[in-house]
T-cell receptor, first 113, second 114 residues
């Protein structure tokens, strides 16, 4: 059974700091990995999606990397801003079990002005 | 354009009552998913539709839970004889096809069973 773990569970940083969120998964047979952002009381917003054949994806200040063989992904946020405060979730889609996503518990990020 | 919509946004019900939660996917999206987010359990898959059929309903926690999709569009998740442990946020997502890369999520329905 696929298990997804995110570390740390919570992170508080001052504005302007660069930071890294970590995601690990137990079964390396994945189709893709997706990073989401969730604001309080809201749904999920997709940030980046990395296919299993890719090593990284970038969007603005965000960069996500994937090391499929070691079962790890990182989300790098550059020059953090208070508006980045949210819960960040990673999710993997397994190759052989259809289209469901398996989610980690999330990292709650607070960026202090 | 319109995203995934869900209704109601909040639902409070008494233990033992039945509830229906609705999801309107993005127009043209053939795949639809239901997930549940509860404290201590994280975000869990419930059921997946391709068109009107459900190839994977393995995440439904008990036979009190059922879902249907009609016209390849709107889906309804029904919970019968609700229990307090059913309290959670129920999220719906859709994608253009099952093999599409991204799933787009709705805002969720917060269900509270008293």
């Amino acid at each position: 059974k696929q298990e997804v773990t995110q570390i740390p569970a919570a992170l508080s940083v001052p504005e302007g700091e660069n930071l890294v969120l970590n995601c690990s998964f137990t079964d390396s047979a994945i189709y893709n990995l997706q990073w989401f952002r969730q604001d309080p009381g809201k749904g999920l917003t997709s940030l980046l999606l990395i296919q299993s054949s890719q090593r990284e994806q970038t969007s603005g200040r965000l960069n996500a990397s994937l090391d499929k063989s070691s079962g790890r992904s990182t989300l790098y946020i550059a020059a953090s801003q208070p508006g980045d405060s949210a819960t960040y979730l990673c999710a993997v889609r397994k190759e052989t079990s259809g289209s469901r996503l398996t989610f980690g518990e999330g990292t709650q990020l607070t960026v202090n002005p | 354009g319109a995203g995934v919509s869900q209704s109601p946004s909040n639902k409070v019900t008494e233990k033992g009552k039945d509830v229906e939660l609705r999801c309107d996917p993005i127009s043209g999206h053939t795949a639809l998913y239901w997930y549940r987010q509860s404290l201590g359990q994280g975000l869990e898959f419930l059921i997946y539709f391709q068109g009107n059929s459900a190839p994977d309903k393995s995440g439904l926690p008990s036979d009190r839970f059922s879902a249907e999709r009609t016209g390849g569009s709107v889906s309804t998740l029904t919970i019968q004889r609700t229990q307090q442990e059913d309290s959670a946020v129920y999220l719906c997502a859709s994608s253009f096809s099952p093999s599409s890369y991204e799933q787009y999520f709705g805002p969720g329905t917060r269900l509270t069973v008293t």
